[in-house]
């Protein structure tokens, strides 16, 4: 193969390789209907469609009003904490939504802590509950909106930044006050933006499954599992994934879409940002409230309850167990990590160094991944190795399927556009015309990339490294279904703790995730230091 | 006309259906010859410089370097095996290595690259920067190192696109005397590109004039 074949060709096997289980999924809808499915269609279909649309409408509203009015305080006001809050807001990002859901039902459970505590500082009787129980969609819908707001504030927040001063001063001329100003004019202006930020949120909460199954609500995701695992029905399972992807491909389409469509945010030569006003007394307290309770429920109340849990059982959670299952995540992470930082450089690589639309067009739907639900990849890879080994590899001695091939496969596929953002903005900021001289020295192809790219691109490589790792370190479902057998990593114990109710053991494996979940938010945190607006 | 270094035909190109950046170009340079062509800034000048290198492909004509076929409608050798120095206004010094690693890239493989180095920026009196990093220079003299490492693997012929339009008035006439010296004591061919009608008489001696994709 030529080296410019072997370049135009790279993106399309890759998509081959990356759409092969969700294609598989889908053909499922193709094939026959077991009385499982009839059962389904009968008794639970409409529950889990339900379920799972009251969850999206509920954490739809919760967290546009978290992230909208959170970013609008921290730019509109000057108030006591505002800089830690401006980063601050974005903490709730690195604890996964079960493990959220896992700390809840410690604190809010008739015996939980938060509870217990109550009663103690009240001096009321034993029977008596102070919070209600969160075991059910109310709860589901309290944690998923503490845990996926930032994705709304993010986009607020810079769109918001971006909107002139003179622009909101003209309209408090005209008769607008503060808050009108806020929701008549900021607030529509803003719109494609939180309509994108509000599509990944929906997409995370019909792809979670840690969260739902611990608080027993039947979603399309627990009832792929239970179908697989309790009615040993692979087909069926994969019926009910298609539906589920199906849907979320339509958020997929939503999201993609409002990238394109601008925000109307001002952007001439004129443009000046928007002034602070400083505020105080109860102004400020209030300020001040509206951006400490997310975060003290997202990200300070879970730790507490993951510190007092450790705390409690001493430093015995500091076992074999542990350590190896440390092992096992980190060395998956990083070797996640690696190979998806490789292919976004290959890709990015040959996607510059022979540009044509059609490469260009295939290569963004490589960043299909992370709109999958990691279940629905799992299922799909399930399928996958079965084909691979009974198809290519049944003459030989080798079997791949419940080997780590296809969880690492999985886990490359699901976090790839993580890596591709980070190694596609490091390649935005290189010139061409240090391509177009390095090809008129004699360097071009793999020299060009080893002697000119790779160097600068060095922080771009060890970014999505480390995005990759973070992502890969939560990811529950797909590593559940996946793992070679007894082979745990952080978040299995901490699901497997939990579901057996040892929320003490559960703590440490917890704090871990998050402790390496803080990872991407160290950078975003400095970015959006870095983005404050200057007057 | 001494041996003839470039021989382009009827040279024709658009990027865009609707846009006809070059059209119908013949043009014809010898070794040593020292040639510029003048015209305003969209006039196709740039285009005609990439077509040359290899950087874009002609819709029409041909381009010959050193009598071998490089450029058609159908083929083209890579920009790396044409043996061409090429010089653009905004320098594209590579920002990872230093002075004399950026003069060496394209001689990375020759066992006198040390020497040739040294030599080059001795003649283009920049060895004081030897061991800085292109950030740490001013502009004039990160023109005078990407000149230096056009010149390393000795192209018999260099092209120079706007190289001194972002230079103020006085490093531009220091410029001129100093690369006319260096042009002066090389054989290669010189093709340069500028608006600037003083630049292109004190550096060159034939001036071709373009405007809207074709000689005048």
Not at chain 1, 215 to 231: C, D, H, K, P, V
Not at chain 1, 357 to 364: I, Y
């Amino acid at each position: 193969m030529n080296r410019l074949t072997f370049w135009r060709l790279l993106p399309f096997a890759v998509l081959v390789v990356f759409t092969a289980p969700l294609l598989i999924v889908l053909s499922s809808l193709f094939g026959d209907y077991s009385e499982n499915w009839s059962h389904l269609f009968q008794f639970v279909l409409f529950d889990y469609v339900s379920s799972s649309f009251i969850l999206v409408i509920g954490v739809s509203i919760l967290v546009l009003i978290l992230g909208t009015v959170t970013a609008w305080t921290v730019t509109s006001y000057n108030f006591v904490g505002k800089n830690i809050f401006e980063w601050a807001l974005i903490l709730p990002l690195s604890i996964p939504p079960y493990i959220l859901a896992y700390t809840f039902t410690g604190l809010f459970d008739h015996y939980g802590d938060a509870n217990n505590l109550a009663r103690l500082l009240l001096n009321l009787q034993n029977s008596t509950v102070i919070f209600p129980n969160v075991r059910n969609i109310y709860g589901a819908i309290i944690v998923f909106s503490f845990t996926l707001y930032p994705y709304v504030y993010l986009v607020s927040r810079s769109a918001f930044i971006n909107q002139s001063r003179s622009m909101k001063e003209s309209a408090r001329m005209l008769g607008l006050n503060q808050f009108q100003v806020f929701y008549k004019l900021a607030l529509p202006l803003i719109r494609p933006a939180v309509i994108g930020g509000l599509m990944l949120v929906i997409m995370e909460t019909l792809s979670d499954f840690g969260a739902v199954d611990h608080f027993a609500i039947q979603t399309f995701t627990t009832g792929i599992f239970r179908t697989w695992y309790g009615l040993y029905d692979i087909q069926t399972a994969m019926q009910l994934a298609s539906l589920l992807l199906l849907t979320v491909g339509v958020f997929y389409i939503a999201e993609r879409s409002t990238r394109g469509s601008g925000i109307y945010t001002s952007n001439n030569s004129t443009f000046s940002p928007s002034k602070e006003d400083s505020l105080v007394g109860y102004k400020a307290l209030t300020a001040f409230l509206i951006c400490f309770i997310p975060i003290f429920i997202g990200f300070i109340l879970p730790i507490i309850e993951l510190i007092l849990w450790a705390y409690e059982v001493n430093l015995e959670f500091f076992n074999q167990k542990f350590i190896s299952s440390s092992i096992n995540t980190l060395s998956l992470s990083l070797v996640t990590g690696m190979i998806c930082a490789g292919l976004a450089l290959l890709i990015n690589f040959s996607i510059r160094y022979k540009p044509s639309a059609l490469v260009q067009r295939f290569s963004s739907l490589l960043s299909i991944g992370y709109a999958v639900p990691g279940l629905i990849l799992a299922v799909g890879m399930v399928q996958l190795l079965v084909y691979v080994d009974a198809l290519l590899l049944s003459g030989l001695d080798i079997v791949i399927t419940g080997s780590l091939i296809g969880l690492v496969l999985a886990y490359v596929i699901k976090t790839y556009a993580l890596a591709n953002s980070s190694i596609e903005s490091g390649y935005e900021r290189i010139s061409s015309s240090l391509d177009d001289s390095s090809k008129l020295l004699g360097s071009s192809g793999w020299s060009m990339l080893s002697s000119i790219h790779v160097p600068l691109l060095k922080t771009s490589i060890l970014t999505s490294v480390l995005l990759v790792m973070s992502d890969v370190v939560k990811e529950l479902p797909a590593t559940l279904i996946l793992r070679p057998f007894n082979f745990e990593t952080l978040a299995v114990s901490t699901y497997i703790y939990a579901s057996e109710e040892r929320m003490l053991q559960a703590a440490a494996p917890a704090i871990a995730i998050v402790l390496i979940g803080l990872i991407p938010i160290v950078f975003l945190s400095k970015m959006i230091r870095s983005s404050r607006p200057t007057h | 006309m001494s041996n003839l270094i470039l021989e382009i035909k009827n040279l024709c190109h658009s990027y865009s259906e609707h846009a006809l950046s070059i059209e119908n170009i013949n043009l014809e340079i010898g070794s040593g010859d020292r040639v510029s062509i003048l015209g305003p800034s969209g006039c196709g000048k740039s285009t005609l410089l990439r077509l040359i290198a290899g950087l874009e492909k002609p819709d029409q004509g041909e381009i010959k370097i050193n009598d071998i076929k490089v450029s058609d409608n159908k083929n083209l050798i890579p920009p790396e095996k044409r043996n061409i120095g090429l010089v653009v206004q905004e320098k594209a010094l590579f920002p990872h290595l230093s002075v004399f690693e950026n003069i060496c890239f394209g001689i990375k493989k020759n066992k006198d690259k040390d020497l040739i180095a040294s030599e080059l920026l001795n003649l283009l009196k920049i060895d004081s920067l030897k061991n800085k990093y292109p950030h740490e220079i001013s502009g004039g003299e990160q023109q005078r190192v990407a000149l230096a490492r056009s010149l390393a693997p000795k192209p018999n012929f260099l092209m120079l696109d706007e190289p001194f339009s972002a230079l103020d008035e006085d490093l531009k006439e220091t410029l001129y005397k100093d690369i006319s010296q260096v042009f002066s004591d090389m054989s290669s061919a010189i093709l340069l590109v500028t608006h600037d009608r003083n630049e292109a008489e004190i550096m060159t001696n034939k001036q071709i004039r373009m405007e809207e994709g074709k000689f005048l």
